[in-house]
């Protein structure tokens, strides 16, 4: 293993980046940060067919809005370019011939019907779908079967072909996972995977193991769908000659659906209505947007947090962590072998608290586009500072900001009077005239001033300001909601309560 820390996230660009994808890289950048290592990010894409264009630029988009930036990748460069897997195609190749030298691979010249063909051949009821493997390449067109002479003449006769591994028959391989522990898998039970392809371009598993070395990776993190490739990879290591340069795994555990039942997935998400991804996705083909965490109204912070609880806790009831206590108190060890189970009302829940938490200046920016996406221009940032004091603890996503503190910015486009008229008459209609003179002649203009007034002006009409309270509120803000009512009518100052209240007066009357 290499000494100092490197770890890598390695995405493919096929497309949005999806919850676990981003917990793969927390746990990378958690982990490189505590232990002063380098966080590397490289793009893996090999496999061109696969390739989609702008997602590239959606998986450094996302890790910039969750602060979780590389130190080496495409776009910041390093000692180790080029990041991107096609940049790297010459390289590949010399270790692929080196595993055929070493008999520990083999060129394999079927053609795409042969395959067929060998598929259908030898499909039975139990095996459905055969693998090229240690039983079936005895009966294919490969280096193996045809000998020196026949598979060089293919070669200098520019015959397309690709690079097999030889999985050994009866071996058993095992590696030590961070999370898993002592790993074992039978040899014979996994195919020859193709390691360098007809064009040239390595495939995930011979580049995932070169760039690994020359990248002097010492901690590989990924998904516990790549569990199964494990053994082909263990042998590539070994058949290269690198076995004691191999980083230490760790086989993140599956982000679960709500129920428990299986991986969640983007159909999930639309199904039940909650986000998936870090961010807005559009497919370029379908231009279908797919909605993200940011645009439904998540802070970068809060994300990050029910991220790295997805999976992973300190041994403690706390659960509210800043990236700094995280990157203190991580450890893969902490990390559970079983699947996450996503839950959405918990995710909101991690939203609300960092709302709460979170200082005024630092929500602003988000607020005020939250403003502005609905068209309300906010032009006072002291205003709006205030607005967010008084409203924080009342909102759970971004957007609830306009629900509960529009009316601070514009007159309500809407007033409930439904919920004022049960229980009004003439005693009420003549308060709220005498409070409009009572305010107009008002020269202090604090909430508790206001207060005090209102209740003055109550006992004097002998009336209960518990009953007028309600009227009032639907005069401010239009609906039974928002924060207290003389903090409210305080902030939008004397002209807009007046006028405000004399407006509801006219609609009731
Ligand atoms: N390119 C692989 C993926 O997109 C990366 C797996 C790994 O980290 O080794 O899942």
């Excluded at 010249?109 to 009821?125: I, Q, S």
């Excluded at 559009?282 to 947007?289: A, G, I, L, R, V």
Aim: charged content about 25%.
């Amino acid at each position: 293993m290499n000494p100092k820390v490197r770890v890598r996230f390695a995405p493919s660009p096929t497309g949005g980046l999806h919850l676990g994808g981003v917990r793969t890289v927390l746990f990378n950048y958690l982990f490189a940060r505590k232990y002063g290592g380098d966080f590397i990010l490289r793009i893996e894409d090999t496999d061109q067919g696969r390739f989609v264009p702008g997602a590239e630029e959606y998986i450094f988009n996302t890790l910039q809005w969750c602060g979780l930036e590389p130190d080496e990748s495409p776009v910041h460069g390093g000692p180790f370019a080029p990041y991107r897997q096609s940049e790297r195609k010459a390289l590949y190749r010399q270790y692929a011939e080196q595993l055929v030298q070493s008999g520990n691979a083999y060129y394999a010249f079927d053609t795409p019907d042969e395959l067929e063909k060998m598929r259908a051949d030898f499909k039975t009821a139990e095996n459905p779908s055969p693998q090229y493997n240690h039983f079936i390449r005895s009966r294919m067109r490969n280096s193996l079967t045809l000998g020196k002479e026949e598979t060089g003449k293919l070669l200098a006769a520019g015959t397309p072909h690709v690079i097999r591994i030889k999985m050994p028959e009866n071996e058993t391989v095992s590696f030590t996972d961070m999370i898993r522990g002592e790993v074992s898998f039978q040899t014979s039970q996994v195919d020859d995977k193709v390691l360098l392809k007809a064009d040239g371009m390595p495939t995930y598993h011979l580049a995932v193991v070169v760039d690994d070395y020359l990248m002097k990776i010492s901690h590989a993190f990924r998904g516990e769908e790549w569990l199964p490739s494990a053994p082909v990879h263990l042998l590539v290591w070994k058949y290269l000659g690198w076995e004691s340069q191999m980083p230490q795994w760790a086989h993140l555990p599956l982000i679960l659906k709500p129920d428990g039942n299986g991986k969640l997935s983007k159909r999930d998400g639309d199904r039940l209505g909650f986000p998936v991804f870090a961010m807005d996705w559009t497919d370029p083909k379908t231009n279908e947007t797919t909605i993200g965490f940011r645009e439904r109204g998540f802070l970068p912070e809060a994300f990050v947090n029910l991220l790295a609880m997805l999976g992973w806790n300190d041994g403690s009831d706390n659960e509210i962590f800043t990236i700094d206590e995280l990157i203190e108190k991580f450890s893969m060890d902490r990390v559970h072998k079983g699947g996450a189970k996503f839950d959405y009302e918990k995710a909101k829940w991690f939203n609300h608290e960092w709302i709460k938490k979170s200082e005024a200046r630092s929500l602003e920016a988000g607020v005020k586009n939250e403003f502005e996406k609905k068209g309300i221009a906010v032009t006072d940032d002291g205003l709006l500072s205030k607005v967010i004091t008084l409203v924080k603890d009342r909102c759970t996503l971004l957007p609830d900001f306009v629900q509960q503190g529009s009316f601070f910015f514009q007159s309500p486009e809407t007033f409930d009077t439904g919920a004022i008229k049960p229980k009004w008459d003439d005693k009420k209609n003549l308060f709220f005239t005498e409070l409009i003179r009572a305010y107009e002649l008002s020269t202090l203009w604090e909430s508790h001033d206001l207060e005090k007034e209102f209740k003055e002006l109550a006992a004097a009409n002998q009336l209960k300001p518990g009953d007028l309270m309600l009227p009032f509120r639907i005069m401010l803000v239009g609906g039974k909601f928002g924060p207290g009512v003389f903090d409210i009518a305080a902030l939008i100052g004397k002209e807009a309560t007046i006028q405000r209240i004399q407006h509801t007066l006219s609609l009731l009357s």
